[in-house]
């Protein structure tokens, strides 16, 4: 039953956020810290309402002084609340251009300046992918990515697409990996607290003087350091979980 009333909020909470945001989008169309500013509207009040404690480590990521490409594990449609809040400013978002069609959020989106692809037509996809370069070498503005494409559901993560690395690789742009533990399986919105999950981004990994033939090593690696960090996050949780439960 609680679970359902929280849903209910959720809907009730997102509808209102996403029509403040695409009046945000309207007012100053396309400006880079849209995105990071609707982010946080979407999560911080949604990670309250769903009694979710998100704990960060984003050194790295804050830290970061020149645009680069952000990749994380993609989880579930929680992910906007959960990651949310960890969007930097001057950062946009990679999607499916089907996105811009969902009523309200889609047109959010849209004016919130990200990019927007059509994996359907490879010519506009390659199109988007020079935009997307233009975008962190001349607007210094860095671009979130999900490699996978799309959800894992919790499990392992699942081979990376090209389309990050080619980018990052043609703007000679670093790439900083963002972590979230494995939360899908042990979130509970039955329960008061529903669960705890955590943040961490890894130091960059320079892609400067990097070529297309370096690419599938470049996507190994990251791959290899994000499924190491993310086993290390929940092995970290279990650990605190079984020393906070009574002898």
Known sequence: MLSVLRLLLLSVYSVIASCLGALLGVLRPFNPN?????????????QWL????????????????????????????????????????RT?????????????????????????????????????????TETLQKRQTSIWVFPEGTRNGGQELLPFKKGAFQMAIAAGAPIVPVCV?????????????????RVRALPAIPTAHLSLEDMPALIEQCHA????????????????LAAAQPL
Not at 74 to 86: C, K, M, P
């Open 34 to 46: 849209n995105t990071s500013l609707c982010a946080r509207l979407f999560a911080t009040p949604s």
């Open 50 to 89: 769903l009694r979710i404690k998100v704990e960060t480590e984003l050194e790295h990521l804050n830290s970061q002084t020149q645009a680069c490409v952000i990749i994380a594990n993609h989880q579930s449609n929680y992910d906007l609340f959960v990651l949310g809040g960890t969007v930097p400013s």
């Open 92 to 132: 946009v978002s990679l999607g499916k251009k089907s996105l811009k069609w969902i009523p309200v959020f889609g047109q959010l989106y849209w004016l919130a300046g990200n990019v927007l692809i059509d994996r359907s037509n490879a010519c506009k996809a390659r199109q988007t992918m020079l935009t997307t």
């Open 181 to 197: 533990s494995r939360y899908t399986q042990t979130l509970d919105l039955n329960r008061w607290d529903s669960g705890q999950i």
């Open 225 to 240: 350091r994000m499924q190491a960090c993310i086993d290390e996050l929940d092995e970290e949780l279990e650990q605190r």
